[in-house]
Every structure is written in structure tokens, then in C-alpha cells.
Antibody, heavy 121, light 107 residues
Framework: QVTLKESGPVLVKPTETLTLTCTVS??????????VSWIRQPPGKALEWLAH???????SYSTSLKSRLTISKDTSKSQVVLTMTNMDPVDTATYYC?????????????WGQGTLVTVSS | SYELTQPPSVSVSPGQTARITCSGD??????AYWYQQKPGQAPVLVIY???ERPSGIPERFSGSSSGTTVTLTISGVQAEDEADYYC??????????FGGGTKLTVL
């Protein structure tokens, strides 16, 4: 059974850096063509793709957030880490990680349960 | 930036057919995917590659594509299908994009 679970702080202050960890099980981050993505959803709003990383370490970022995001993976720990710098209250959202099964055509299945991050002083 | 356009809401009575559309200029060249999200839960994939149904998804869920529009069809809608539905595809460079979401209300 494939599962993903997000972890990280529930509250961060404006200007701080957010670090989120996605721990996966049921598959390996070294599986060919497979990857993990981060997606967020502000309260009451739509989903927004943030970044992904593949088994070959290929990375991609949202154009609008690229300067603030870094994604990395630790295959031995089955973890994918996302950092987002200079947090702002508008970054308050539920952050999800999700598996990508095939780098040639990207869709997300399954998703983690999500973690709500609030940005407030 | 590339956008996928969905109607904000669709309402149907139980047993009827619900159709949720998603429009985007790149859809003729990029696959579309559909996710169901119930309140307080993570999204769940219900259709992939325009019209394929993952295992475990009821047969009443189907997808189709025509030009710049893809459609999620739910036949014989049940109360449990009330949820938000999001389409997802990619722009010309392969960057993933989500639609704005459609709230399906079962009357």
C-alpha cells in the first residue's frame, strides 16, 4: 500500500522559512520515472502545484514561486523535503505531497493527508 | 500563465447525470486528470489520461475529451458524490496546472 505523510510546523511567523517533510512508504524514491510533488490549497480556494522531484533528481518549480522554493530528497530515508523562504500570511494553506507515477505524463496519486500551515505573527 | 477553466458549481438531483467541464487551450495536446475532494479530505484521483478510471473508482465516473474541453461525467449521481472536483493538466512545457474547481451539489 502506497502512503505519503506530510510533517512540519503548524505555525510560522512572517519572513520565516518553512520546511516540510513528506515521508513515503510502499514505493521507493529511486523507482524509475517516479516522483513526488508538493501541492497547496489555501482555505476555501483551489489547488496550486508547487514543485516536484523525480528519481533521477530532476526538479521543477512553480514559475511564480521558484525564487522561494527548494525541493530535495533523501532516498535512504524515503523523504522529500520542501523549503519555502520568506513566508507571508497569504501562504497560509494546507500543504499536500503526492506521488507521480510516470514522469512522461504527470498526475498525482495517491495524496498525503495534508498539513495545515498558518502564517501569523 | 496557462489556465484551466471550470464552472464554479453544478447541481443535480440524485440519479441524474452530472457533467463538469474543463477548458484549456493545451488540452488537445495534453492529457487531463480529475480529482474528487470531500470536505476536510485530500483529493482522490477519479479519472486519468482523459478517460481512464483507476481501480476502485465506481463505473459511474467517466471522462471524455473534445478539442479544448474535457468533461467529467457522473452517471446516476449519488449523495456521496457531493464534493469539489478539480481538473488538472499541463501547459505546453509540461508544468502541471489545476482548474479552479467545481462544487457538485446533490439536491
Amino acid at each position: 500500500q502506497v502512503t505519503l505523510k506530510e510533517s512540519g510546523p503548524v505555525l510560522v511567523k512572517p519572513t520565516e522559512t518553512l520546511t516540510l517533510t513528506c515521508t513515503v512508504s510502499g514505493f521507493s524514491l529511486s523507482n524509475a520515472r517516479m516522483g513526488v510533488s508538493w501541492i497547496r490549497q489555501p482555505p476555501g480556494k483551489a489547488l496550486e502545484w508547487l514543485a516536484h522531484i523525480f528519481s533521477n533528481d530532476e526538479k521543477s518549480y512553480s514559475t511564480s514561486l521558484k525564487s522561494r522554493l527548494t525541493i530535495s530528497k533523501d532516498t535512504s530515508k524515503s523523504q522529500v523535503v520542501l523549503t519555502m523562504t520568506n513566508m507571508d500570511p497569504v501562504d497560509t494553506a494546507t500543504y499536500y505531497c503526492a506521488r507521480i507515477q510516470d514522469s512522461s505524463s504527470i498526475w498525482f496519486d495517491p495524496w498525503g493527508q495534508g498539513t495545515l500551515v498558518t502564517v501569523s505573527s | 500563465s496557462y489556465e484551466l477553466t471550470q464552472p464554479p458549481s453544478v447541481s443535480v438531483s440524485p440519479g441524474q447525470t452530472a457533467r463538469i467541464t474543463c477548458s484549456g487551450d493545451a488540452l488537445p495536446k495534453q492529457y487531463a486528470y480529475w480529482y474528487q475532494q470531500k470536505p476536510g479530505q485530500a483529493p482522490v484521483l477519479v479519472i486519468y489520461k482523459d478517460s481512464e478510471r483507476p481501480s476502485g473508482i465506481p463505473e459511474r465516473f467517466s471522462g471524455s475529451s473534445s478539442g479544448t474541453t474535457v468533461t467529467l461525467t457522473i452517471s446516476g449521481v449519488q449523495a456521496e458524490d457531493e464534493a469539489d472536483y478539480y481538473c488538472q493538466s499541463a501547459d505546453s512545457s509540461g508544468t502541471p496546472v489545476f482548474g479552479g474547481g467545481t462544487k457538485l451539489t446533490v439536491l
